[in-house]
């Protein structure tokens, strides 16, 4: 979901006069409306810099206070964010844009209860702000408030049908429930969100609408993370049947996934490699024109094999590092830090330790990007190994699953490569997880060999961990 931030002070019409030195509050007007254009502009450390200013002048600023926590915001501080504008909401009184936006930085810190407080003022204050209701619909969703949630999203609707976050909101709630056939209608909006990349290059052929295409190709676009394409991969053949003329856009780290789909046709990574097309759509759209319900999930497993060669390699491998005998484990305990739920989904090493007391096991990392690091501080009873490095792609990563017992893993697109090869995965689920994973259900439908544990309280992840260790110890 995407928050609503607005600066808080409009830049103001700094009057002309004479050429005398400007008052205290002359010179707060044009610092303020400095600042506003820097941050308007993403010039995020000079809106900061222009704000130190200002408040060394005027500590007690509201609008500058205000702003300056937008901008620590932005800035990845939002700890910091959050007490800045409480003091700009101290200072300034009841301001339903004030509330509005603190609502947001109280969700991302975990700070429910707070956030709820804060949203409701925002509603009170500004009843017609549809960005108000907004924020706290997002915040009723992370309190598995689904219900409020779906309200608060159809009365930002009601004050702006075209609000894309407001539809995306809505989406989500929708889809983590199981009510599929809006929820699908909902989540088209995804693509108008703010700052989300454009989907293709500017193209006057149509978005497919799921009828046979009998003449023209068809271009598929394999858009969104590694996780979704992998899930939705499994839809191709299902469009194949419909256009057998198809051609899909992916990254090349995703093509060793796309390319096993029967039907796939044409698979390139630059758009200058494109071929003439009749129509395109993005692979996140397949299972809407599919009419996929809750009992309709197709869920032919596996639809993902590793190449034999590479997994012999790996065997050979995996069995000169870990003790003969030993149950093998993999983990992944991070996601891509840049998600916009990585704060909530993803763990430290360090949580993990109750499996690194279990007896005649070998641990296999999995994990890429920095959170490897933190194998460094490693000093469990069960052996680990660190593949992360020698993984050069998901090729690779295949293989060394078809070599594992269990994978444990944090909702990455791990979770969804497991699932789609049909090996034994155990996906460690936030209390308000992403919508794929629906409501209190222990499996998916989306993926038979999958067994989700979830937390029972927002950031509470010892209880999880143990329930997995019991699980094994047992």
């Known amino acids: 979901m995407t928050p609503a931030f607005d600066d808080p002070t409009p830049t103001p019409a700094i009057a002309p006069g004479a050429a005398a ?93 707070e956030a709820l407080a804060a949203g409701r003022r925002a509603v009170r204050l500004s009843p017609e702000d549809p960005h108000a209701h907004n924020n706290l619909g997002v915040t009723h969703y992370h309190r598995l408030e689904l219900d409020a949630a779906i309200a608060c999203a159809g009365r930002a609707l009601a004050l702006d049908p075209d609000f894309a976050s407001a539809h995306f909101g809505m989406a989500e709630a929708l889809l983590l429930r199981g009510d599929f056939a809006p929820g699908w209608d909902h989540y088209e ?34 858009d969104q993370g590694y996780g979704d394409v992998i899930q939705f991969a499994r839809y191709i053949p299902w469009a194949a049947a419909r256009c057998p003329d198809i051609a899909l856009a992916c990254s090349t780290e995703i093509q ?53 060669r590479k997994g012999a390699l790996w065997a050979e491998r995996i069995a000169a590092l870990a003790p003969r005998g030993y149950r093998r484990i993999g983990l992944v305990w991070a996601g891509r830090p840049t998600h916009n739920n990585d704060r909530n989904r993803s763990i430290a090493l360090a949580a993990l330790a109750p499996l690194a007391q279990l007896p005649r096991t070998a641990l296999i990392a999995l994990q890429k990007g920095a959170a490897q690091a933190q194998i460094g501080t490693y000093w469990g009873r069960a052996p680990l190994v660190n593949l992360g490095p020698e993984i050069a792609d998901y090729a690779d990563t295949m293989a060394v699953l078809d070599s594992l017992d269990l994978v444990v893993t944090v909702d990455t697109s791990v979770a969804h490569l497991a699932g789609a090869m049909g090996k034994p995965v155990w996906i460690l ?46």
């Open 256 to 308: 060793p996934i796309v390319t096993q789909q029967p039907g796939g046709g044409k698979v390139f990574a630059r758009w200058d490699q494109r071929p003439d097309f009749a129509a395109f759509c993005p692979l996140s759209g397949l299972p809407r024109l599919a009419g996929t319900r809750l009992a309709t999930i197709p869920a032919d497993i596996p639809y993902l094999r590793a190449d034999p």
């Open 189 to 222: 909006w995804r693509f108008k969100l703010a700052n989300v990349p454009r989907l293709m290059p500017p193209t006057d052929r149509p978005q497919w609408d799921g009828a046979p295409l009998a003449r023209g190709t068809l271009l598929l676009i394999a």
């Open 21 to 113: 030195a400007p008052s205290a509050a002359e010179r707060a007007a044009q610092l303020i409306a400095r600042a506003t254009e820097h941050e308007q502009a993403g010039r995020l450390e000079a809106a900061e810099s222009t704000l130190a200013e200002l408040l060394a002048l005027m500590p007690d600023h509201a609008g500058g206070l205000h702003l300056s926590g937008i901008v620590a915001f932005k800035l990845g501080r939002p700890a910091e964010a959050a007490r800045r504008m409480e003091r700009s909401i101290a200072r300034a009184g009841a301001t339903g844009l004030y509330h509005r936006n603190l609502c947001e930085v109280y969700r991302i810190l975990g700070r429910y209860d």
């Open 429 to 474: 689920l936030p209390f308000a997880p992403d919508w794929r994973w629906l409501l209190q259900r222990e499996d998916s439908p989306w993926y038979p060999t999958a067994r989700l544990f979830r937390q029972l309280a927002p950031g509470r992840w010892a209880p999880v961990i143990g329930a997995v260790a019991a699980e094994l110890a047992g």
